[in-house]
């Protein structure tokens, strides 16, 4: 592995990594913060919807980083974890380690291509 190589994938990390906190943060809102809850859902609004909504913001911005298949594994990988987390099994700084190593993991895969 060259160090052009290593720097390719350091910028796509960090770049993920901003897309994420702006993805997880900004674009997120309370509406899908508060609605993507299936143990406490917003009245009238389908947590689902939310849940997938605010994974597919996360999948988007992997996928024009890195390619659609990743952004879909990203989509994936997002809902499975955010739902879990509602289910209790952790809390945030856990939540945030699985979606930072999930955006490693990708760029590793994404280099391997």
């Keep these: 592995m060259t160090k052009r190589m290593i ?9 993920l990594i901003g897309l994420h906190a702006l993805c997880d943060y900004p674009l997120q809102g309370d509406f899908l913060a508060r609605g993507k809850n299936h143990r406490n859902p917003l009245p009238g609004i389908p ?3 939310c849940l997938l909504a605010h994974a597919a913001i996360h999948g988007m911005a992997v ?8 952004g879909v594994s990203e989509f994936a990988a997002h809902a499975v974890t955010d739902y879990l987390k509602s289910n209790g099994l ?3 700084n856990v939540d945030q380690g699985i979606h930072f190593g999930c955006k490693l993991a990708w760029v590793v895969l994404y280099s391997c291509i």
């Design 7 to 15: 720097y390719s994938m350091i910028d796509k990390l960090l770049l």
């Design 47 to 49: 947590w689902y919807q």
């Design 63 to 70: 996928g024009l980083v890195l390619g659609p298949w990743l």
């Design 90 to 92: 952790f809390g945030f």
